[in-house]
């Protein structure tokens, strides 16, 4: 996915933009760049690949040479970004956090004629921000191009602009992700996570709504572009890829994911399917917190058998090849034997995607003398691949374990009831679960339900993005 970090201020705020994007690496682990701007100096930026050197350690050595009174700062899973862009709008730096479905399209039908290019990556496909960048543009003035831009792109486009005036915000048009704007003396912040700005010393003071473009200043905010009435933010941010110390729409995650644990072993003693387990622990690390909630909830024992080695292998995304990625997550798990050998655990995690990390965590369970290990997912089975961010993105939606396990029991006809499938209490739904069971070596397996997880998040319905689930817009 993706997240960014701004600064305006009337002193130098590298630091602040260097710290700010930082705290946004959790969201991505391929690219991180930084871009400043001081008047005597104008425009300077740094790009790095952060694969398998943190953000922090890459950019420590840049700090001398990069600095001015406004900076951008962005982690990417895609494009080398912010992108220096030069155009009969001015000078500008560029940073987008989405997905653009119909990029080809847009590239082939609205720029294909003379003159007309873009860098390919080496995929061979086109840079994204760039791709906004050129239909931001087509326009007579920016905001008007940014709104452009929003509206003819299918899937999101969440957007930080930079120019020697200040710093654009606009979030995407149905406001899947958040920007907070924060507040200190000497200036103003905008950024995805809040806690970013509580650590750096601002105080949230504003919250941009679904499609609303503001300019920031060392002075103060301006908004651009009034929000709409239609939001659509994505319900994993609470999941799992939100910082637990984050709010969003004024929802803690920390909260939400406990609360979320809780509702599912409310729902799981009122229809008698809670196991006799020793103890309840969470898949490290945003399954702890659900499992905090279960745990109270049932009154059952919560215990950490394994441990996640995080001082060489901080950052869960990495590596991106599926293989790879699949021992590290092996080499990061330390068992606690006590708490293992002959113990029935009962383990939550915040999702289960494909569920090959699962199963190898499983199989280390048994392989350490766990007598039985039983599974619980902190949302419902996911159904679809994320059409909008970069979460549950995949080449073909049968990679989904559920989907996966739906056409080895019924073939295609089993795809035209995914709705019956994904409730527990039908037939195929519980078909499914014991199917996944069997496979992936659960004594048991359940879902939190789409019901009680928008309990837990607290808004309405309408508001919030379930398309993984549900598959409706």
Same mark, same amino acid.
């Given at each position: ?11 130098? #705020? ?20 930084? @871009? ?33 009174? +406004? ?57 994204? @921000? ?32 930079? @120019? ?26 905008? #950024? ?46 609470? @999941? ?75 950052? +869960? ?68 691949? #994320? ?80 398309? #993984? ?5």
């Amino acid at each position: 996915m993706g997240g960014f970090f701004g600064a305006v201020s009337r002193k130098n #705020c590298k630091y602040d933009v260097f710290f700010g994007t930082d705290y946004h690496s959790h969201l991505g682990t391929k690219r991180g760049g930084m @871009t400043f701007y001081e008047e005597d100096r104008g425009f300077q930026r740094q790009i790095h690949n952060i694969e398998n050197t943190p953000f922090r350690t890459k950019f420590e050595s840049d700090l001398g040479k990069l600095g001015g009174t +406004s900076g951008i700062g962005c982690i990417s899973d895609t494009d080398p970004q912010p992108l220096l862009v030069r155009s009969h709008l001015g000078l500008f730096a560029l940073a987008t956090v989405g997905i653009i479905n119909n990029a080809e399209e847009l590239v082939e039908k609205t720029f294909n004629g003379p003159g007309n290019q873009f860098m390919a990556m080496s995929s061979g496909k086109v840079n994204s @921000t760039e791709l906004t960048a050129a239909l931001i543009n087509r326009c007579s003035n920016l905001v008007d191009g940014i709104r452009y831009a929003q509206q003819i792109i299918d899937g999101s486009s969440t957007i930080l602009l930079m @120019t020697k005036d200040g710093i654009i915000a606009a979030r995407d048009r149905l406001g899947r992700l958040p920007i907070v704007i924060g507040q200190k003396e000497d200036g103003y912040c905008a #950024c995805m996570e809040s806690f970013a700005c509580l650590k750096l010393g601002y105080k949230p003071c504003y919250n941009l709504g679904p499609g609303e473009i503001v300019k920031i200043t060392a002075d103060g905010y301006e908004q651009l572009s009034a929000p709409g009435e239609k939001m659509r933010i994505c319900a994993f941010l609470w @999941t799992y890829y939100g910082y637990p110390n984050s709010n969003y729409e004024g929802i803690n995650v920390e909260v939400m994911r406990c609360n979320n644990g809780r509702i599912m072993a409310r729902e799981e003693q009122r229809n008698g399917t809670m196991p006799d387990v020793d103890y309840v622990a969470g898949v490290p690390d945003s399954g702890v917190p659900h499992a905090i909630g279960y745990s109270n909830e049932t009154h059952s024992t919560f215990a950490r058998p394994f441990i996640k080695y995080t001082p060489t292998w901080a950052r +869960s995304f990495t590596p991106s090849n599926q293989e790879i990625r699949n021992l590290v997550a092996e080499m990061k798990q330390i068992p606690v034997p006590e708490l293992i050998e002959g113990k029935k655990l009962l383990l939550v995690d915040d999702s289960i995607v494909r569920g090959t990390q699962l199963r190898e965590t499983v199989d280390f369970l048994y392989k350490s003398g766990a007598k039985e290990v039983h599974m619980r997912s902190a949302c419902p089975p996911i159904m679809y691949g #994320c059409k909008f961010l970069n979460f549950s993105r995949s080449n073909s939606e049968m990679e989904l374990i559920a989907r996966k396990t739906i056409q080895k029991l019924e073939g295609d006809e089993g795809q035209n009831h995914i709705e019956e499938y994904a409730d527990g209490n039908t037939p195929r739904g519980k078909a499914m679960r014991n199917a996944i069971c069997q496979e992936m070596g659960f004594d048991s397996l359940g879902y939190q339900s789409l019901d009680g997880l928008l309990e837990a998040i607290g808004l309405d319905r309408d508001q919030v993005c379930t398309y #993984c689930w549900t598959g409706k817009e």
